[in-house]
């Protein structure tokens, strides 16, 4: 079965300052993985994905993340944060064995909080 | 903005009774998901809809079902509700084309409250 961990809950950072959000995962094969931002109350944004190829991958809002096979880790990095950044960030893998396997299954999310 | 629409936004019901909530799927788009998401947690998968079959559904009870129509729209339906219900239940679409992978786009949800 399919798992994420995003082991932290909460994480409050600089406006300015460099962001790190750590994702685990558990699959089978070699995984699809994405990470949404979500703001409250509202639905989910899709800001980068890794299907192949590269391992760094870059997205929208100046976000990237680094797919480690070894580890089985996606962390998502900027390097500056603004204060627009903040809200729920979610860790997901989707099923790459084929049709009818597309779920993606999520992590419980990091809250990101941004002060001056 | 993605495309997916869901409708309505909030809604409030009471226990047993049954609920249709609807979501209208990205232009192209000819599959839809839908994921229940409560307060502090991550989304989880219900069930799947391609080309109006469900194909592919997480552990939620028979009392989840959903429909998809030939403009590949699509509903989700609860009877019976229960109090642990009550949540944000996203939609999204994607377009699968000779089975090949590609990314989901959410709508902004509908918040279900069971009373």
């Known amino acids: 079965a399919q798992s994420v961990t995003q082991p932290d809950i909460h994480i409050t950072v600089s406006e300015g300052a460099s962001l790190e959000l750590r994702c685990n995962y558990s699959y089978g094969a070699t995984p699809y993985l994405f990470w949404y931002v979500q703001s409250p109350g509202q639905g989910l944004q899709l800001l980068l994905k890794y299907f192949s190829g590269d391992t760094l991958v870059q997205g929208i809002k100046g976000f990237e993340a680094e797919f480690k096979r070894s580890q089985s880790s996606f962390n998502l990095r900027k390097p500056s944060v603004h204060w627009s950044d903040a809200a729920e960030y979610f860790c997901a893998v989707g099923g790459s064995r084929g049709f009818g396997n597309e779920k993606l299954t999520f992590g419980t999310g990091t809250r990101l909080t941004i002060i001056p | 903005e993605t495309g997916v629409t869901q409708s309505p936004t909030h809604l409030i019901k009471t226990r047993g009774q049954q609920v249709t909530l609807r979501c209208s799927s990205q232009s192209g788009h000819n599959t839809v998901s839908w994921y229940q998401q409560a307060l502090g947690q991550g989304p989880q998968f219900i069930f799947q809809?391609?080309?109006?079959?469900?194909?592919g559904r997480g552990n939620f009870p028979p009392r989840f079902s959903g429909l998809q129509f030939p403009n590949y729209s699509s509903e989700l339906n609860v009877n019976a509700l229960e109090l642990d219900d009550s949540a944000l239940y996203l939609c999204?679409?994607?377009?699968?084309?000779?089975?090949?992978?590609?990314?989901?786009?959410f709508g902004q949800g509908t918040r279900l409250t069971v009373v």
């Open positions: 999204a679409s994607r377009g699968l084309g000779d089975r090949q992978y590609t990314e989901a786009f």
């Open positions: 809809y391609y080309r109006e079959e469900e194909n």
